[in-house]
């Protein structure tokens, strides 16, 4: 398996792979870049159809949090996670304490957090044995009970983050009436979807497993969508928030969509996904800007977390895509092109 000459190989720091036969684990740790600070990012655990595409996406993803959170201006660095396996089947104790413990050889230089298939729970565990994984405390404040999830977070930045898009593309100023495709309606689906409700737009939405979506059409009135249709459907605005490569040559000319925009990662399958969209005549909020909540909560979970900073810094998400757009617009390139010329300004620099 080439690593060095991987397509999605980018010189990358340091890609680690762990393996403990006993409990089943096998894993692979990529660090992108330390220039900002310690590589922060989610542990995914996924069934890869093979050890090709775990290490594609964990190169791609460590390569995104480095982008991310240079964008949201946070002082940390790029680094992310793959667990090879099925996280309703092959989740056991023992695989998350092994999982903690090759977290720890590394001495803090990657710092692990919850991502797809892995929850607040895991991270609890992974604790127990490194202290370099972050949001699983449970904290009581004026404001409740914070769990550590980092995910509202997210939906609320994702949801901010499209009704800039919506802005900009259609030029309404409220989400009356906007009717949004959903793909994936878990922790982060199903929470933005709740926003998109209440701030009155239609839903539409999928997911592979039954009982999300069905929890969707009971508690928010969405209508249900076979998987493979959710791509076609006569909406404003198609939400990816499952997983990544789902804009691609296929994807692209079934979108009848004006804006993508959602929480998943590297939702362009290629680079040249974001030219196809642009000369579709869609906008497209570079998924990294959009979904940076997340990162932004763990952030201030690290450093001292207040309810309103926080609220105040996802939401600044909504100028930093304005400025995307505009600049985007004015120099004729896609938005992630311009997103990326940004951010690799910060991170290279210091
Ligand atoms: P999750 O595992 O809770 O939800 C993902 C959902 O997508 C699941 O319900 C799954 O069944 C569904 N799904 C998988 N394949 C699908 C398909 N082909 N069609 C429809 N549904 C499908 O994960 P999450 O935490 O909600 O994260 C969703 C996405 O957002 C991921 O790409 C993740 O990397 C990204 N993201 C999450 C966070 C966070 O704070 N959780 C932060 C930034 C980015």
Request: aromatic share 6%; hydrophobic share 40%; glycine share 10%.
């Given at each position: 398996?080439?690593?060095?000459?991987?397509?999605?190989?980018?010189?990358?720091?340091?890609?680690?792979?762990?393996?403990?036969?006993?409990?089943?684990?096998?894993?692979?740790?990529?660090?992108?870049?330390?220039?900002?600070?310690?590589?922060?990012?989610?542990?995914?655990?996924?069934?890869?159809?093979?050890?090709?595409?775990?290490?594609?996406?964990?190169l791609?993803?460590?390569?995104?949090?480095?982008?991310?959170s240079?964008?949201?201006?946070?002082?940390?660095?790029?680094?992310?996670?793959?667990?090879?396996?099925?996280?309703?089947?092959?989740?056991?104790?023992?695989?998350?304490?092994?999982?903690?413990?090759?977290?720890?050889?590394?001495?803090?230089?990657?710092?692990?957090?919850?991502?797809?298939?892995?929850?607040?729970?895991?991270?609890?565990?992974?604790?127990?044995?490194?202290?370099?994984?972050?949001g699983?405390?449970?904290?009581?404040?004026?404001?409740?009970?914070?769990?550590?999830?980092?995910?509202?977070?997210t939906?609320?930045?994702?949801?901010?983050?499209?009704?800039?898009?919506?802005?900009?593309?259609?030029?309404?100023?409220?989400?009356?009436?906007?009717?949004?495709?959903?793909?994936?309606?878990?922790?982060?689906?199903?929470?933005?979807?709740?926003?998109?409700?209440?701030?009155?737009?239609?839903?539409?939405?999928?997911?592979?497993?039954e009982?999300?979506?069905?929890?969707?059409?009971?508690?928010?009135?969405?209508?249900?969508?076979?998987?493979?249709?959710?791509?076609?459907?006569?909406?404003?605005?198609?939400?990816?928030?499952?997983?990544?490569?789902?804009?691609?040559?296929?994807?692209?000319?079934?979108?009848?969509?004006?804006?993508v925009?959602?929480?998943?990662?590297?939702?362009?399958?290629?680079?040249?996904?974001?030219?196809?969209?642009?000369?579709?005549?869609?906008?497209?909020?570079?998924?990294?800007?959009?979904?940076?909540?997340?990162?932004?909560?763990?952030?201030?979970?690290?450093?001292?977390?207040?309810?309103?900073?926080?609220?105040?810094?996802?939401?600044?998400?909504?100028?930093?895509?304005?400025?995307?757009?505009?600049?985007?617009?004015?120099?004729?390139?896609?938005?992630?092109?311009?997103?990326?010329?940004?951010?690799?300004?910060?991170?290279?620099k210091?």
């Open positions: 398996m080439p690593v060095f000459s991987a397509r999605d190989f980018s010189d990358h720091e340091k890609v680690v792979f762990g393996c403990d036969p006993e409990c089943g684990l096998r894993a692979i740790i990529a660090i992108h870049n330390r220039n900002r600070g310690p590589a922060l990012g989610g542990c995914r655990m996924w069934p890869y159809a093979s050890d090709d595409e775990a290490l594609r996406d964990v791609r993803l460590s390569r995104g949090m480095t982008y991310k240079a964008m949201a201006n946070l002082d940390l660095g790029g680094g992310k996670s793959v667990i090879i396996g099925n996280p309703r089947t092959q989740k056991t104790e023992a695989l998350l304490r092994a999982m903690g413990r090759f977290v720890d050889s590394l001495g803090g230089a990657y710092i692990a957090a919850e991502d797809s298939g892995i929850g607040v729970a895991d991270t609890r565990v992974m604790r127990t044995v490194t202290p370099h994984v972050t699983p405390e449970e904290t009581k404040s004026a404001e409740g009970v914070r769990t550590g999830d980092p995910s509202p977070s939906s609320y930045g994702t949801f901010v983050g499209i009704k800039a898009a919506v802005k900009y593309a259609l030029g309404r100023g409220d989400l009356k009436g906007l009717k949004v495709a959903v793909q994936g309606m878990g922790n982060v689906g199903f929470n933005l979807a709740s926003h998109l409700k209440e701030a009155g737009a239609s839903l539409w939405v999928s997911d592979i497993h009982d999300q979506v069905q929890r969707a059409v009971d508690q928010l009135g969405a209508t249900a969508v076979p998987s493979e249709d959710i791509y076609g459907l006569d909406v404003h605005v198609f939400a990816p928030c499952a997983m990544g490569a789902i804009i691609n040559d296929q994807t692209i000319p079934r979108l009848k969509a004006r804006v925009a959602g929480a998943a990662n590297n939702q362009l399958a290629e680079a040249r996904h974001g030219e196809e969209l642009m000369s579709h005549g869609i906008l497209y909020a570079p998924d990294y800007v959009i979904n940076a909540g997340g990162v932004i909560d763990v952030f201030y979970q690290r450093t001292g977390f207040v309810q309103e900073k926080v609220r105040e810094h996802v939401g600044s998400i909504y100028d930093t895509l304005m400025e995307i757009f505009e600049r985007a617009e004015h120099e004729e390139r896609p938005t992630q092109e311009v997103a990326d010329a940004i951010a690799e300004e910060r991170f290279s210091r």
